[in-house]
Protein backbone atom coordinates (compact mmCIF):
# COMPACT_ATOMS: atom_id res chain seq x y z
CA UNK A 1 0.00 0.00 0.00
CA UNK A 2 1.18 3.41 -0.12
CA UNK A 3 1.98 5.53 3.17
CA UNK A 4 3.43 9.12 3.78
CA UNK A 5 4.56 10.24 7.02
CA UNK A 6 4.82 13.99 8.25
CA UNK A 7 5.89 15.41 11.72
CA UNK A 8 2.71 15.76 13.92
CA UNK A 9 3.42 19.27 14.96
CA UNK A 10 5.68 21.76 14.03
CA UNK A 11 5.98 25.37 16.06
CA UNK A 12 7.31 28.28 14.82
CA UNK A 13 7.10 32.23 15.58
CA UNK A 14 5.80 34.46 13.34
CA UNK A 15 7.66 36.11 10.77
CA UNK A 16 9.91 33.08 10.62
CA UNK A 17 10.23 30.47 7.82
CA UNK A 18 9.14 26.79 8.34
CA UNK A 19 9.44 23.55 6.37
CA UNK A 20 7.00 20.38 6.28
CA UNK A 21 8.54 17.42 5.05
CA UNK A 22 6.40 14.84 3.92
CA UNK A 23 7.88 10.90 2.92
CA UNK A 24 6.61 8.62 1.00
CA UNK A 25 6.33 4.59 0.34
CA UNK A 26 5.04 4.54 -2.97
CA UNK A 27 5.98 4.30 -6.87
CA UNK A 28 4.15 4.62 -9.88
CA UNK A 29 2.33 7.72 -8.41
CA UNK A 30 1.51 11.19 -10.15
CA UNK A 31 2.12 14.01 -8.12
CA UNK A 32 2.49 15.31 -4.59
CA UNK A 33 -0.33 17.89 -3.54
CA UNK A 34 -0.21 19.95 -0.37
CA UNK A 35 -3.76 21.07 1.63
CA UNK A 36 -4.55 23.19 4.23
CA UNK A 37 -7.11 23.07 6.61
CA UNK A 38 -8.17 25.05 9.81
CA UNK A 39 -9.97 23.92 12.80
CA UNK A 40 -11.93 20.67 10.98
CA UNK A 41 -12.70 23.02 8.06
CA UNK A 42 -13.02 21.78 4.51
CA UNK A 43 -9.88 21.40 3.41
CA UNK A 44 -7.90 23.70 0.69
CA UNK A 45 -5.98 23.04 -1.75
CA UNK A 46 -2.14 24.71 -2.22
CA UNK A 47 0.32 23.38 -4.09
CA UNK A 48 0.60 20.20 -6.78
CA UNK A 49 4.44 18.69 -7.74
CA UNK A 50 4.25 16.76 -11.28
CA UNK A 51 7.95 17.23 -11.63
CA UNK A 52 11.11 17.35 -9.32
CA UNK A 53 11.97 20.35 -8.07
CA UNK A 54 10.27 23.74 -6.27
CA UNK A 55 7.05 25.14 -7.06
CA UNK A 56 6.21 28.60 -6.05
CA UNK A 57 2.85 29.96 -5.14
CA UNK A 58 3.27 33.64 -3.42
CA UNK A 59 4.75 32.51 0.33
CA UNK A 60 4.41 29.05 0.11
CA UNK A 61 6.38 26.71 -1.81
CA UNK A 62 6.75 23.23 -2.44
CA UNK A 63 9.05 20.41 -2.93
CA UNK A 64 9.61 16.80 -4.84
CA UNK A 65 12.25 14.74 -5.50
CA UNK A 66 11.15 11.24 -6.52
CA UNK A 67 14.28 10.20 -5.80
CA UNK A 68 14.42 10.55 -2.26
CA UNK A 69 10.99 9.71 -2.01
CA UNK A 70 10.26 12.95 -0.21
CA UNK A 71 8.86 16.13 -0.97
CA UNK A 72 7.99 19.45 1.46
CA UNK A 73 6.29 22.61 2.25
CA UNK A 74 8.21 25.78 2.58
CA UNK A 75 6.03 28.42 4.31
CA UNK A 76 7.48 31.62 4.39
CA UNK A 77 6.86 35.62 6.20
CA UNK A 78 4.93 32.94 8.64
CA UNK A 79 1.39 34.95 9.88
CA UNK A 80 -0.28 33.50 12.62
CA UNK A 81 -3.23 32.72 10.07
CA UNK A 82 -0.90 30.61 9.28
CA UNK A 83 -2.16 28.11 11.98
CA UNK A 84 -3.25 25.03 10.55
CA UNK A 85 -3.36 21.88 9.73
CA UNK A 86 -1.11 20.87 6.53
CA UNK A 87 -1.28 17.38 4.38
CA UNK A 88 0.74 15.98 1.99
CA UNK A 89 -1.05 13.84 -0.35
CA UNK A 90 -0.17 11.89 -3.94
CA UNK A 91 -2.20 10.75 -6.73
CA UNK A 92 -1.36 7.20 -6.87
CA UNK A 93 -3.86 5.49 -10.25
CA UNK A 94 -6.73 6.68 -9.23
CA UNK A 95 -6.76 7.24 -5.77
CA UNK A 96 -5.39 10.33 -3.61
CA UNK A 97 -3.69 9.23 -0.53
CA UNK A 98 -3.08 11.32 2.40
CA UNK A 99 -0.60 11.52 4.91
CA UNK A 100 -1.76 11.94 8.68
CA UNK A 101 -1.24 15.69 8.81
CA UNK A 102 1.55 18.47 10.26
CA UNK A 103 -0.01 20.83 12.66
CA UNK A 104 1.71 23.84 12.66
CA UNK A 105 1.29 26.17 15.29
CA UNK A 106 2.16 29.68 14.75
CA UNK A 107 3.63 31.80 18.20
CA UNK A 108 3.92 35.70 18.63
CA UNK B 1 -19.49 30.37 -7.26
CA UNK B 2 -17.68 26.99 -7.78
CA UNK B 3 -18.80 24.94 -4.90
CA UNK B 4 -19.32 21.45 -3.08
CA UNK B 5 -22.29 21.37 -0.87
CA UNK B 6 -22.74 18.79 1.41
CA UNK B 7 -25.20 17.79 3.80
CA UNK B 8 -26.17 17.80 6.95
CA UNK B 9 -23.22 19.55 8.00
CA UNK B 10 -24.27 17.61 11.15
CA UNK B 11 -26.00 14.73 12.09
CA UNK B 12 -26.44 12.33 15.35
CA UNK B 13 -28.59 8.92 14.41
CA UNK B 14 -28.65 5.80 16.57
CA UNK B 15 -26.94 2.09 15.18
CA UNK B 16 -28.51 0.61 11.97
CA UNK B 17 -30.53 3.62 11.04
CA UNK B 18 -29.92 3.73 7.30
CA UNK B 19 -28.60 7.52 6.57
CA UNK B 20 -27.72 9.16 3.63
CA UNK B 21 -24.99 12.56 3.51
CA UNK B 22 -25.90 14.03 0.25
CA UNK B 23 -23.04 15.89 -1.81
CA UNK B 24 -23.06 18.15 -4.81
CA UNK B 25 -20.92 20.21 -6.94
CA UNK B 26 -21.70 22.56 -9.32
CA UNK B 27 -17.85 22.58 -11.45
CA UNK B 28 -18.74 19.35 -14.16
CA UNK B 29 -16.35 17.89 -12.06
CA UNK B 30 -15.60 14.09 -13.66
CA UNK B 31 -14.02 12.89 -10.44
CA UNK B 32 -15.78 12.83 -6.54
CA UNK B 33 -14.65 11.19 -3.64
CA UNK B 34 -15.90 10.63 -0.20
CA UNK B 35 -13.18 10.76 2.77
CA UNK B 36 -13.74 10.08 6.47
CA UNK B 37 -11.60 12.61 8.91
CA UNK B 38 -10.28 10.43 12.52
CA UNK B 39 -7.70 12.32 14.78
CA UNK B 40 -4.31 11.45 14.00
CA UNK B 41 -5.52 9.61 10.75
CA UNK B 42 -5.51 12.00 8.56
CA UNK B 43 -8.14 11.97 5.21
CA UNK B 44 -8.88 8.23 4.58
CA UNK B 45 -10.63 7.83 0.73
CA UNK B 46 -13.79 5.60 1.62
CA UNK B 47 -14.98 5.65 -2.20
CA UNK B 48 -14.38 7.71 -5.53
CA UNK B 49 -15.97 8.05 -8.90
CA UNK B 50 -14.51 8.31 -11.96
CA UNK B 51 -17.97 9.64 -13.93
CA UNK B 52 -21.28 8.97 -13.81
CA UNK B 53 -21.90 4.73 -13.06
CA UNK B 54 -18.17 4.62 -12.32
CA UNK B 55 -17.77 3.70 -8.86
CA UNK B 56 -14.91 2.33 -6.82
CA UNK B 57 -13.37 1.30 -3.52
CA UNK B 58 -11.13 3.60 -1.58
CA UNK B 59 -8.88 2.52 1.58
CA UNK B 60 -11.76 2.13 3.97
CA UNK B 61 -14.97 1.03 2.05
CA UNK B 62 -16.33 -1.23 4.53
CA UNK B 63 -20.15 -0.32 5.78
CA UNK B 64 -20.44 2.39 2.95
CA UNK B 65 -21.81 2.90 -0.73
CA UNK B 66 -22.19 4.91 -2.87
CA UNK B 67 -23.98 6.06 -6.51
CA UNK B 68 -23.29 7.70 -9.39
CA UNK B 69 -26.66 8.09 -11.35
CA UNK B 70 -25.68 11.94 -12.08
CA UNK B 71 -22.56 14.11 -12.90
CA UNK B 72 -22.91 16.68 -10.19
CA UNK B 73 -24.02 14.12 -7.33
CA UNK B 74 -22.81 11.77 -5.40
CA UNK B 75 -24.43 10.46 -1.86
CA UNK B 76 -22.41 8.19 0.56
CA UNK B 77 -25.52 5.82 2.03
CA UNK B 78 -24.47 4.04 5.49
CA UNK B 79 -26.85 0.89 5.19
CA UNK B 80 -26.59 0.22 9.24
CA UNK B 81 -24.75 2.59 10.93
CA UNK B 82 -22.10 1.74 13.69
CA UNK B 83 -20.33 3.84 16.36
CA UNK B 84 -17.29 2.97 14.47
CA UNK B 85 -18.46 5.17 11.73
CA UNK B 86 -18.42 8.44 13.92
CA UNK B 87 -16.17 11.04 12.08
CA UNK B 88 -16.08 13.84 9.92
CA UNK B 89 -16.48 13.44 6.51
CA UNK B 90 -16.11 15.10 3.61
CA UNK B 91 -16.82 14.64 -0.09
CA UNK B 92 -14.54 16.11 -2.88
CA UNK B 93 -14.72 16.92 -6.61
CA UNK B 94 -12.07 17.55 -9.22
CA UNK B 95 -11.29 17.25 -12.77
CA UNK B 96 -9.52 14.26 -13.58
CA UNK B 97 -6.34 14.29 -15.29
CA UNK B 98 -5.40 18.11 -14.39
CA UNK B 99 -3.44 19.25 -11.42
CA UNK B 100 -5.22 16.95 -9.05
CA UNK B 101 -6.69 20.33 -7.17
CA UNK B 102 -9.50 18.64 -5.35
CA UNK B 103 -12.49 20.64 -4.23
CA UNK B 104 -14.19 19.99 -0.70
CA UNK B 105 -17.02 19.93 1.00
CA UNK B 106 -17.48 21.89 4.30
CA UNK B 107 -17.79 18.43 5.84
CA UNK B 108 -20.77 16.21 7.65
CA UNK B 109 -19.99 15.45 11.21
CA UNK B 110 -21.59 11.92 12.37
CA UNK B 111 -22.38 10.68 15.60
CA UNK B 112 -23.47 7.13 16.30
CA UNK B 113 -24.54 5.70 19.46
Known amino acids: GQSLEQPSEVTAVEGAIVQINCTYQ??????LSWYQQHDGGAPTFLSYNALDGLEETGRFSSFLSRSDSYGYLLLQELQMKDSASYFCAVEYGNKLVFGAGTILRVKS | EAQVTQNPRYLITVTGKKLTVTCSQN?????MSWYRQDPGLGLRQIYYSMNVEVTDKGDVPEGYKVSRKEKRNFPLILESPSPNQTSLYFCASSQVGVNTEAFFGQGTRLTVV
Open chain 1, 26 to 31: TSGFYG
Open chain 2, 27 to 31: MNHEY
